[in-house]
């Protein structure tokens, strides 16, 4: 069974009334485990694929399966309860939140399913230990590198486990050498705990980390279906 | 915790407006909280200076006399009720009185009045009119007839202490009865009806002038406080039957001290209304410019998970945060005010003449009372967390794709 199953899905954006077709007739199956990497080139659809899958979009037309369960035309509210159980997100820009320490921000999604505090705590340093940010648990975002944003952004979105972890091009705000070493640090995580991880980019060293490689162009999928 | 901690580390994002509007609700909530202090100050001593003036709390008469004041309508079983009446607990003193409706001349003048008839002793101990005696001395009870009569009412009939007026009424038998009395006193009370429309003379003499022997019209009774008037009155049914006696409190008699209460009252509450409703609109903005300026970071937060509910508890709580900080600042304001006010009085420069027809002093004294604090308190927070709703509901209804990439 796979874990996404998107079946002629389409998205049409309304940009000043006039329709901008962003996907078209998109059919592509992700299993559990897969390190996938969506490239192509600026508007090629990959980051509205992303959101589609994310849960953070509805389909114009078609569907997407998660888990064998379509969840294209639900509530805003039941897709909120499944991204915060199924799903991990690492945007471009971290999207910290800059009031937050980063004990807190990595805690976020554990405080919305309402775990206690001392399981907060303890997952949180347990992480940030991981990452090697265990020492600026109560700093704030804007205190830290860049590079280490990231890590936070990372710790952030696998600290309930998720199914699957989506990152929208999220080395290309980071020197090279910190880029890599975050791929690395994911893909390490996705061997050892079986994490399902998609990610848009157009960075081919990016791509040549990822086990399979899905390129679009003008909306539409061109190779890699699977 | 997590969502109070939340609540106030949003609201310190852009300090000087959560502080300005922290601002707005402390001064709005103070200076309404204020006013009313003041209205019912003002309301609180009008009501003091009626039943220390001239009603005392509670009149006891024989049944149709407030509404006729005929001189035969004397008090029946007179000494029994008067004894009843003061072993009742809840009484302080009581003052017998007669009462009538008197013409009040000179060669050239001549006023209508109601003259009262007043114990010496016991009038003092219910009510002031002794202390308001300003010009000359408070009847002495001796042998010559002596009459008390109002500051405006000498001036009008332009007489002074120690010139003759002539009192016209009619006797309990029906005929026209008649004295000349020598002006003993002057009252400056502050009070129109007390200073231009009444005249006293001492209870023997008015007795003698209405012809109803030891006869009373009127007992003006103190109790320990305006409180009890409706225990007393309660009390009294049984001794007192209905359709041999009348039993008025003071807000009977001069109904006009209540009516101006509650019609001012109208007015503050429908202020009260207003000025919240302009408070709870500057919170909204508030709200609203921060919700604007985090869309982006909202859009994050429903990525990860928010839920719409979440996002307007999350809204409603920096509201509710707010607001407590505003209602602190303002109850405590509000109280500093009062109480260095009440301490010093206000002083009305201006109104004095106004004031006086209203039987008020022109020095008024905030009263705080706790149900005001607690009636205002519960409109703010009514309001603006009804008007929050909104800046709640639309950040709840943002689409989180829209969100992430708002600029």
Redesign the interface.
């Known amino acids: 069974m796979a874990l996404v199953k998107i079946e002629g899905v389409s998205k049409v954006f309304k940009e000043a009334s006039l329709p901008v077709q962003a996907l078209t007739s998109i059919h592509v199956e992700i299993q559990k485990g897969e390190f996938t990497a969506f490239c192509g080139p600026s508007g090629s659809g990959k980051t509205t694929l992303l959101?589609l899958i994310?849960c953070?979009?509805r389909p114009s037309e078609g569907k997407v399966h998660l888990e064998n369960e379509e969840v294209s035309s639900l509530a805003?509210?039941k897709l909120?309860?499944i991204?915060?159980?199924k799903?991990g997100?690492i945007?471009q820009d971290f999207?910290l939140?800059?009031?937050?320490t980063v004990r807190e921000n990595i805690e976020?999604?554990l405080?919305?399913?309402g775990e206690t505090e001392s399981l907060r705590r303890q997952k949180s340093k347990a992480l940030a230990e991981r990452f090697g940010i265990g020492k600026l648990l109560s700093r704030r975002p804007a205190q830290i590198s860049r590079g280490q944003q990231q890590r936070v952004a990372c710790a952030?979105a696998i600290i309930h486990k998720p199914l699957l972890i989506i990152g929208d091009e999220l080395t290309a705000n980071l020197d090279h050498k910190t880029g890599a070493e975050l791929m690395d640090f994911i893909k390490k995580l996705n061997r050892e705990e079986g994490l399902t991880f998609l990610y848009a980019t157009h960075d081919p060293i990016m791509m040549e980390r990822a086990s399979r490689v899905v390129r679009m162009q003008d909306g539409r999928i061109i190779d890699g279906k699977g | 915790m997590?969502l109070l901690k939340?609540a106030l580390?949003?609201l310190?994002?852009n300090k000087r407006r959560s502080a300005i509007t922290v601002l707005a609700v402390g001064i709005g909530l103070a200076a309404l909280i204020f006013l009313w202090a003041f209205m019912d100050g003002s309301h609180e001593e009008q009501r003091e200076n009626v039943t220390r003036l001239f009603t005392g709390h509670v009149q006891i008469h024989a049944a149709g006399f407030a509404k006729k004041m005929s001189a035969e309508l004397v008090i029946p079983n007179r000494p029994e009720v008067l004894e009843k009446i003061k072993s009742n607990p809840r009484v302080v003193s009581l003052a017998p009185r007669s009462k009538c409706e008197a013409l009040i001349g000179t060669t050239a003048q001549s006023k209508g009045i109601v003259l009262t008839g007043i114990d010496l002793d016991a009038e003092p101990l219910v009510t002031d009119i002794k202390k308001q005696v300003k010009e000359g001395e408070f009847l002495s009870g001796g042998e010559g007839k002596e009459i008390l009569i109002g500051h405006v009412l000498a001036e009008k009939l332009e007489v002074g202490l120690g010139d003759k007026v002539v009192l016209m009424t009619q006797a309990m038998d029906g005929t026209l009865a008649g004295f000349a009395y020598r002006v003993k006193g002057v009252i400056h009370s502050g009070a129109l009806p007390l200073d231009e429309y009444s005249a006293f003379i001492s209870l023997a003499s008015s007795q003698e002038l209405l012809g109803i022997d030891s006869d009373i019209h009127e007992i003006a009774v103190r109790l320990r406080s305006r409180a009890e008037i409706e225990g007393f009155k309660k009390d009294m049914q049984t001794v007192l039957p209905s359709d041999s006696y009348e039993m008025l409190a003071w807000n009977e008699i001069v109904p006009e001290v209540d009516q101006w209460a509650s019609y001012s009252n109208a007015i503050i509450q429908t202020m009260l209304i207003a000025v919240m409703a302009v408070i709870a609109v500057g919170v909204m903005n508030t709200i609203l410019m921060s919700i604007f300026e985090r869309t982006?970071?909202i859009g994050?937060?429903?990525?990860?998970?928010?839920?719409?509910?979440?996002v307007v508890s999350m809204i409603f709580f920096e509201t509710l945060v707010l607001e407590f900080i505003g209602i602190i600042l303002g109850i405590g304001l509000a109280y500093l005010l009062v109480f260095h006010f009440q301490r010093v009085g206000i002083l009305m420069t201006g109104f004095e003449d106004a004031f006086a027809e209203s039987f008020m002093s022109p020095v008024v004294h905030p009263h705080l009372a706790f149900h005001r604090v607690l009636t205002s308190v519960k409109t703010l927070v009514l309001i603006t967390s009804f008007i929050s709703l909104y800046p709640a509901w639309r950040a709840a209804k943002m689409?989180?794709?829209k969100a992430?990439y708002h600029s």
């Open positions: 959101n994310g953070l979009d805003q509210g909120a309860t991204r915060r159980r799903i997100f945007f999207n939140i800059p009031t937050l976020y999604v405080w919305l399913q952030r | 997590f939340f580390l949003n310190t994002r982006k970071e994050v937060m429903m990525a990860l998970g928010t839920g719409p509910r979440q689409e989180p794709v992430i």
